[in-house]
T-cell receptor, first 114, second 117 residues
């Protein structure tokens, strides 16, 4: 079974700083997808970024980028120029190609301080 | 992105009664919907996978007779908590997958906070 581990329960940075959230996963699959979801205080889950395992290039979405290290089974999220609105829980998630279920990590609570 | 609407956003019910939560995909057809439960400050726990027109697949440890799931159409899935008890109080979230070619993205409803008194 696949597992996703987020080793940082909480993080806090100052506004405009760069922050990196860690995620590791365990799988024997070669084809899969990785995701970062954001859950702000409203509790609405929002997709931040997605990475296909077969793609070597790291995904980027504006201020959000990932460092995907397939061999190390690592998938970290970097938030540049952090904003107050980035304050939220962040969940890393794994999905095997052809499967339906997302496997979530435990989450990292990120606080951006003014 | 695609929109998933969940209703109600919050509900309070008396112990022993049943409560129904709806999950609708507003602008796409969802052959598969998922129901999660989330305890405070914890991750999402998958309860069941719901496929249109067939019985839901429940995760281990989830009581299928207590959490009834119906997926009668391509845009609607419902979760009914039967004979609710205070320990069923939680935040319930649904999601639906858009499956178009290689697109495997899942969209989430806004969640339902259930309080059983």
């Amino acid at each position: 079974a696949q597992t996703v581990t987020q080793s940082q329960p909480e993080m806090s940075v100052q506004e405009a700083e760069t922050v990196t959230l860690s995620c590791t996963y365990d799988t024997s699959e070669s084809n899969y997808y990785l995701f970062w979801y954001k859950q702000p205080p409203s509790r609405q889950m929002i997709l931040v970024i997605r990475q296909e395992a077969y793609k070597q290039q790291n995904a980027t979405e504006n201020r959000f980028s990932v460092n995907f290290q397939k061999a190390a089974k690592s998938f970290s999220l970097k938030i540049s120029d952090s904003q107050l609105g980035d304050t939220a829980m962040y969940f890393c998630a794994f999905m095997r190609s052809g499967a339906q279920k997302l496997v979530f990590g435990q989450g990292t609570r990120l606080t951006i301080n003014p | 992105g695609a929109v998933v609407s969940q209703h109600p956003s919050w509900v309070i019910c008396k112990s022993g009664t049943s409560v129904k939560i709806e999950c609708r995909s507003l602008d796409f057809q969802a052959t598969t919907m998922f129901w999660y439960r989330q305890f405070p400050k914890q991750s999402l726990m998958l309860m069941a996978t719901s496929n249109e027109g067939s019985k839901a697949t429940y995760e281990q440890g989830v009581e299928k007779d207590k959490f009834l799931i119906n997926h009668a159409s391509l845009t609607l899935s419902t979760l009914t908590v039967t004979s609710a008890h205070p320990e069923d109080s939680s935040f319930y979230i649904c999601s639906a997958r858009v499956a178009e070619g290689m697109n495997t993205e899942a969209f989430f409803g806004q969640g339902t906070r259930l309080t059983v008194v």
